[in-house]
């Protein structure tokens, strides 16, 4: 079982369309949690952090964590064209706290289509 | 407010060569982590440096060494070359300690092993 696991797609939504994309986590231990979005051939770019359960939102994108069930998600509303990318999940293993070491899934590619 | 760098942003080397990839965090951190990017995969962490010393380290071989220097900014060595060491290089840095733990991305190094 790998670490961070997503669905690796493509997910393809109409533009105006919420966007709904998973992650799960296999160590019941970790304490933090982040969506970054990466454009093709570009380094990826912090979105979203999480730390406690329930939902984050910070303009169209709105996290969700929920512990119990070893899940976080990420929410776009209002889907644009400019929102297609690859979309990572990363997490923040036991002991690695203070370090900020990231464990990351493999990504999931989102098309928005016009 | 410089971001994170990274040089070079491209590099071609041979088998068996030896490779030496720089970053500069950005301004406040004092923490630098590097990470590996194959093509269509997540990053995988190899070690952070804080202080001038290796704090944590991936699943990565000894071919794989790094430094930081006093003024935080760090070098990522590579020797014998190998093909599937063909990645996106990024280099990640925070603030330990700080308020803000986030980790925050350079645009990483392209490097081609032929």
């Known amino acids: 079982q790998k670490e961070v696991e997503q669905n690796s797609g493509p997910l393809s939504v109409p533009e105006g369309a919420i966007a709904s994309l998973n992650c799960t986590y296999s160590?019941?231990?970790?304490?933090?949690f982040f969506w970054y979005r990466q454009y093709s051939g570009k380094s990826p770019e912090l979105i979203m952090s999480?730390?406690?359960?329930g939902d984050k939102e910070d303009g169209r994108f709105t996290a969700q964590l929920n512990k119990a069930s070893q899940y976080v998600s990420l929410l776009i509303r209002d889907s644009q064209p400019s929102d297609s990318a690859t979309y990572l999940c990363a997490v923040n293993p036991p002991g690695s706290s203070n370090t900020g070491k990231l464990i990351f899934g493999q990504g999931t590619t989102l098309q928005v289509k016009p | 407010d410089a971001g994170v760098t990274q040089s070079p942003t491209h590099l071609i080397k041979t088998r068996g060569q030896q490779v030496t990839l720089r970053c500069s965090p950005k301004s406040g951190h004092d923490t630098v982590s590097w990470y590996q990017q194959a093509l269509g995969q997540g990053p995988q962490f190899i070690f952070q440096y804080y202080e001038e010393e290796e704090r944590q380290r991936g699943n990565f071989p000894d071919r794989f060494s790094g430094h930081q220097f006093p003024n935080y900014s760090s070098e990522l060595n590579v020797n014998a070359l190998l093909l599937g060491d063909s990645a996106l290089y990024l280099c990640?840095?925070?603030?330990?300690?700080?308020?803000?733990?986030?980790?925050?991305f350079g645009q990483g190094t392209r490097l081609t092993v032929v």
């Open positions: 999480i730390y406690s359960n």
């Open positions: 990640a840095s925070r603030e330990t300690g700080g308020t803000d733990p986030e980790a925050f």
């Open positions: 160590d019941r231990g970790s304490q933090s």
